[in-house]
Every structure is written in C-alpha cells, then in structure tokens.
C-alpha cells in the first residue's frame, strides 16, 4: 500500500475535527507541515513538545470512516477521549496537543508503527507471543478477551473444538485468528485428527463483513473476539456465539506503542482505565457505532439461488460480451434490486439493473427497452463498460480498480467520482486503488452512501465466488464418485 502524505491528509481530511480559533489554526497547519512527510519514533514527551500525536487507523464502517468531511468511528470517539485527557489544564489553544488520524490497512499497523509513520496503531488488536517481539501494547492492564467460533444458526453441529476438524474457517486476513487456529491445528494433528483448513478472508473484508456473511449463510465457521461477536449478535440474527468453543482463552486487546516508548505506553495505560470497553463511555460508544450498523441481505438461501439460477446465463453471457466476471455484475445486479426484474426506484430506474430509461437511451448505450428482462441486463453490462472505457481504462488502474470504480461511478455518476479521485490525490493517497484510499474521499464528498454501496457489491461478490467454488467442489466430487463406481 503507497504510504500517505500525512500534511495532505492532516490538511484536507482532519481539518473538520479540530476547533482551533481561526486566528490560530492556519499558523498551526503551516508551521508544522514538515513533520508529517518524515518518519520519527520519539516517545511523549518529545510527542508533547511537538504537540501532534499521530494514531494509525483501520478504515472501516464502524471503526474510523469519513462522513461528508467528519471522522467518526469507534477509535476515533475513544482517542478523542484521550487527546481531552492529554490537553487538561492547558488553557491556551496554541499549546493544546492534537491527535492526527492516518488510515492505513490492517497489516500495515504494526509496519507502518515500526517505521515512524505513526505513534499508535489505534485498533483492537489481540496481544500474541509474535506481536509481542515487535510492539508493546496499552490495555489498561485488565481487558481479557477469548476468541470464539461463530457459525450461521442452522449450519452445521459442532460439541467441541475437536468436530473442528477438516473444517473451513474463515477469518479475517493478518488477524491473530491465523495463528492460534494454527496452534488447535497442531494439537489436531497430535490426536491424529485433520487439520482445520484456514481461509483468510478476500483483501478488504474485516471481521464485521465476515460476519455479515456468516449471518447471510455464505460463510459456515469464523473465529472473532467475544465482545465483537456479542455486540454484533444483537444485529445479526442468524448468527450463533459459541460460548463453549474457544480457540484462544482470556487474550488481551490493546493499542500498540513501539518498544522504546515506555512513556506513551505508560499514558495510554492510565488513560484506558477511563476509556476502555466495559466501561460507562466505552460501552455507550460502542453501542452507537454498531447497534445500527447494515447488514448483508442473503444470496445463499435456496429462493435467491434460484432467481441465481435463472438469470446466470444471461449474465454470463453480457459478462463475456463486456470483458467482466459476470459473478461481480450479478453481484451488482444482487445489490440493485435483489435481482427483481419489476423493481422501480423512487428515481425512476428501471429492473434488475436499476438502470433509468434517459440512460439506456443515450446513444452510448441505444437500448431502450430496459423493461425486457434481457435488454436490461445488456444496458446495465453495456453502461458499466462505457464508464469503464471512458473514464477508467488508464492503464495505472488495475482491472480489479476499474471495475471497483465503474461501480462507483454507476451510484454516483463519473463526475463524482473524478472529483474523489482529485481530492485522493490532493490527500496524498492514491487515485488509483477505491479501497483504502478513494473511498475515503468519497465519504468526505458525499456522504456514506457510495461507499456502502461498493463494498455491499464487493461483499456479495466475494460471497458469489464462494458459492461458485463450493459448487464446484460439489461437481467435483460427484463426478469422481461415479468414476469409482464404474
């Protein structure tokens, strides 16, 4: 992932947080903008001195996301909470220290910590033996946290840890789940069980999306922290909490310091004795971010497999004519209309696409009869591609990227999404990569709406491909059990 400009993104993103008196402010940005294109390690007190504190975040829907121009998000609640307590008693506002948030992915936080490009990785994550040699960890010292097996409600029986076996699980990508379901593994293996098969979820899906899927029945087993899988039980209800199946025993969470800042480390531990889960503040905080939260509807049940089922060779055939992986624009279609040819929105879209007639007539596209289950799909592929071509074939762009950003520009037109891409650029991140970057632009232009909208279609794509690949599994083994027979 390119490193950020953090002045650009300090400038432009995080301007809206800070409620500087205006003579003040603008001689606050400019005289220390040199600070953020170097990499530094100080620990707080040197932090102090140079009044900016910068937490590394995880962009996601509940934790840290943009809503037309303000941060909002679990950890961004939980360190303004801490930046409260490091400026009290400071009267004048030229003095006050400020906390500068910088989105990176989740398996850039302990790098981009070591690195200097940051002063706290600001996420939940799980202290292990492998973290440990790297980073120090601020808990408050109290925090236990067991890592427990979710699956969908009625998938499948499991009594105990061992039923795990041969199993898939799928968990969230650099997640400490990977390395103790590798340690159950070796004690399966000592028992002369099969070892579970680890998956670690597509780029881009955090454990809240795994979730989702597991609710939808797309994915069977995942592992997640208790008090993630109790909150998220509240809204997902097709999940179920196994209590009694725990993969990793009274582990703790923590934001992570580097080694050499016994300072920091030292104040973020008395700060989370106020701030942290459980108590009075972290659990209001924490309802409010996730108790609302949307979900992913449900392509895996057997009526929506069928209206899969009907429509998939039409797709795959406007799929081939229009170079994309006919599984995304089913995806699409899937978000659009829940694949319902007689859908009308309140805009006046039309069908299984959602495609407005004005456009289906533009000369670009010439398909009018949008109300015909067949021309609709032709106009919604044929539309897609024209934004593809048109506004992000540039080779810079990775074909994943363009059909990411033809998705985008489809909710929210290319106008929009041309001036996410320049206001990306502008924040020092990259232009050409929707994810962690221009989405992040998208939610300070216009709002949540977009950014949803991409990653429900990434999620049911994801879940489409896994589908996909379970069926053919499924053919698979019919087909060499009846070699064996005959």
Known sequence: MKLINFASVFLLLLLPLFCFAEEQSSKYLW?????????????????????????LVVYSKTGFFVHKGSIRGLEVEYLKQYEKLLNKGIKKEAEKIHIVYIPVSFDQLIPSLLAGKGDIAAA??????ERQKQVSFATGGERKVNELIVTHKNSLT??????????????????????????LNQELVAKKLP????????????????????????????????????????VLPDIMVREDLVVNEGGMIGWAVRKDNPELQQDLNKAAQTIKQGTKLGNTLFNRFYKNTRWIKHPGIASERQKFGRFVHLFKKYGKKYNFDHLALIAQAYHESGLNQKAVSHMGAIGIMQILPSTARDPAINIPKIEKLEDNIHAGSKYLNH???????????SKFDQMVFSWAAYNAGPGNVRKMRRLTEKMGLDKNLWFKNVEIACGRIIGTETVRYVANIYKYYQAYLLMDEIDSRKQDLKSNTKTAIQ
């Open 124 to 129: 939940m994550l799980t202290i292990t033996e």
């Open 31 to 55: 005289s220390d903008i040199d600070l953020f294109n170097n990499s530094y390690t100080e620990d707080l007190s040197e932090l102090k001195e140079r009044r900016i504190i910068r937490a």
């Open 387 to 397: 934004l593809r071509k048109y506004y992000f074939s540039d080779p810079a762009i």
């Open 158 to 183: 499991l009594n105990s840890l061992e039923d795990l076996a041969g199993k898939t699980i799928y968990v969230e990508k650099g997640s400490s789940y990977v390395e103790h379901l590798k340690s």
């Open 195 to 234: 070892a579970i098969i680890i998956r670690e979820a597509a780029e881009y899906l955090t454990s809240e999306d795994i979730l989702e899927m597991v609710n939808a029945g797309v994915i069977t087993i995942t592992v997640v922290d208790d008090f993630e899988a109790r909150q998220w039980a509240k």
